[in-house]
């Protein structure tokens, strides 16, 4: 089993910046990829960032050129640097973590975070 806990969520203005980290403890060997999905009230959760262990990276569209995801795989932990943050931004965010990238990306990934709420309002 691998656990995945989720810090750095908060309240921020709009146009400010955040950081959210991810660690992984427990088995893991049994994880290469790691990202980062998002649910907005009433809304479906949807794929933020996703990054393989040697920092391939891929992105939803909408996040690009604001949201960056990194990793260090020495502390099993993934990063969420988040600027330039819109209202629309605010959800819970979910870290999840697999052995395969594409079971990642396409949200099926087996472990997954009790997730960061963030909220961004002035």
């Known amino acids: 089993q691998v656990q995945l806990v989720e810090s750095g969520g908060g309240l921020v203005q709009p146009g400010g910046s955040l950081r959210l980290s991810c660690a992984a403890s427990g088995s893991i060997f049994s994880v290469d990829a790691m990202g980062w999905f998002r649910q907005a009230p009433g809304k479906q959760r949807e794929l933020v960032a996703a990054i393989s262990r040697n920092s391939f990276t891929n992105y939803a569209d909408s996040m690009k050129g604001r949201f960056t995801i990194s990793r260090d795989n020495a502390k099993n932990t993934v990063y969420l640097q988040m600027n330039s943050l819109k209202p629309e931004d605010t959800a819970v965010y979910y870290c999840?973590?697999?052995?395969?990238?594409?079971?990642?990306?396409?949200?099926?990934?087996?472990?997954w975070g009790q997730g960061t709420q963030v909220t961004v309002s002035s």
């Open positions: 999840t973590a697999d052995f395969l990238f594409r079971n990642v990306l396409g949200g099926t990934g087996k472990y």
